[in-house]
């Protein structure tokens, strides 16, 4: 036996596939299931799926799953080889599986495909995708995620899990929802210039990207990724090189919504983009902000008197089908 599955069920408010597939596995021979009812177990599990040798492990949840079990894989030596990975998109946000996820859906299918050594072995779909390192949050350890954003991208976060959540949307629905009212509130001029939790604001940011200052003035939104693509498809940067990880900045004002929103949102070096528009490839990066963070869909805060460093992190294999 060299597949494991570890399954939230709480996942998409408990509505996700989790439910289906862990009701399809119970019971079956060869298949090793583990439930994920609390974060805190998922260390044990781990340690567990490390002794046991499971060389394939499919998670069942969202991109808070996912992150959760790359950072703990990453930053201790329970396998003796580190497990490919198979991301089952059953969470409510499924940006990482959306490009790294394991194509199969049927839950027939996939235990089939689980159960059988020689298959998982012979499989070519692959990919290789660095996490990034998030060294030093102000509390919890470090942290390994596909995808950080501040600024605007920490409140809109914020705005879509609390209330478009709220409304039973989910996905790229909700996405689509909270940006429709992101900008439609800012080109409307809705948001009102003093409160200090509107989503559309500047956020002082100083960004140094290799050791190189790249910014260092009011920012409307702050990301990196090592992604290939983000929520609704989007591919904002804009840099002629190419790297494993990708910085991108827009200034705050803007530039005109309306008229650049694609541009920006799906910019190629061909497009004219507007001025204060960045993106470049980076290994580290070291960011002062008093604005708190988003790791794939969890908020954390930066350090007390210092910058937060991102870093390229480790290496993992997805099998996607």
């Given at each position: 036996?060299?597949?494991?599955?570890?399954?939230?069920?709480?996942?998409?408010?408990?509505?996700?596939?989790?439910?289906?597939?862990?009701?399809?596995?119970?019971?079956?021979?060869?298949?090793?299931?583990?439930?994920?009812?609390?974060?805190?177990?998922?260390?044990?599990?781990?340690?567990?799926?490390?002794?046991?040798?499971?060389?394939?492990?499919?998670?069942?949840?969202?991109?808070?799953?996912?992150?959760?079990?790359?950072?703990?894989?990453?930053?201790?030596?329970?396998?003796?080889?580190?497990?490919?990975?198979?991301?089952?998109?059953?969470?409510?946000?499924?940006?990482?599986?959306?490009?790294?996820?394991?194509?199969?859906?049927?839950?027939?299918?996939?235990?089939?495909?689980?159960?059988?050594?020689?298959?998982?072995?012979?499989?070519?779909?692959?990919?290789?995708?660095?996490?990034?390192?998030?060294?030093?949050?102000?509390?919890?350890?470090?942290?390994?995620?596909?995808?950080?954003?501040?600024?605007?991208?920490?409140?809109?976060?914020?705005?879509?899990?609390?209330?478009?959540?709220?409304?039973?949307?989910?996905?790229?629905?909700?996405?689509?929802?909270?940006?429709?009212?992101?900008?439609?509130?800012?080109?409307?001029?809705?948001?009102?210039?003093?409160?200090?939790?509107?989503?559309a604001r500047p956020y002082h940011m100083n960004v140094e990207t290799d050791g190189e200052s790249m910014i260092d003035a009011d920012q409307l939104v702050f990301l990196a990724?090592?992604?290939?693509?983000?929520?609704?498809?989007?591919?904002?940067?804009?840099?002629?090189?190419?790297?494993?990880?990708?910085?991108?900045?827009?200034?705050?004002?803007?530039p005109n919504i309306p008229m650049n929103i694609l541009k920006v949102m799906y910019g190629i070096p061909s497009r004219n983009l507007p001025a204060g528009c960045r993106s470049?490839?980076?290994?580290?990066?070291?960011?002062?902000?008093?604005?708190?963070?988003?790791?794939?869909?969890?908020?954390?805060?930066?350090?007390?008197?210092?910058?937060?460093?991102?870093?390229?992190?480790?290496?993992?294999?997805?099998?996607?089908?």
């Open positions: 036996m060299t597949a494991g599955f570890i399954i939230n069920p709480k996942a998409r408010g408990g509505k996700g596939g989790g439910h289906k597939l862990a009701d399809a596995l119970a019971g079956k021979p060869g298949l090793r299931t583990e439930r994920l009812d609390r974060f805190d177990d998922l260390a044990a599990i781990l340690k567990t799926f490390g002794r046991e040798g499971i060389a394939t492990l499919f998670i069942s949840g969202g991109d808070g799953t996912v992150q959760a079990t790359q950072t703990l894989l990453a930053e201790n030596k329970w396998f003796e080889t580190m497990p490919r990975l198979a991301l089952l998109a059953h969470g409510s946000t499924n940006m990482d599986a959306s490009t790294l996820g394991f194509k199969p859906r049927d839950p027939d299918r996939i235990m089939e495909i689980a159960a059988s050594d020689s298959y998982l072995a012979r499989a070519t779909d692959v990919k290789q995708r660095h996490t990034i390192r998030v060294a030093n949050p102000r509390e919890g350890g470090p942290r390994h995620g596909m995808f950080i954003g501040s600024g605007a991208i920490w409140r809109a976060t914020q705005y879509c899990q609390s209330v478009i959540h709220e409304k039973g949307l989910r996905g790229d629905w909700a996405t689509f929802t909270t940006l429709a009212a992101v900008i439609g509130r800012f080109v409307l001029g809705r948001e009102n210039e003093d409160d200090e939790n509107r989503i990724t090592t992604l290939e693509s983000l929520i609704l498809g989007a591919k904002p940067f804009w840099g002629r090189q190419n790297g494993e990880m990708r910085i991108t900045t827009v200034d705050f004002p803007p470049r490839p980076a290994t580290s990066v070291e960011i002062t902000t008093g604005s708190s963070f988003v790791i794939d869909g969890e908020f954390f805060d930066p350090p007390r008197d210092k910058p937060l460093r991102l870093e390229l992190g480790h290496k993992f294999s997805y099998l996607c089908g």
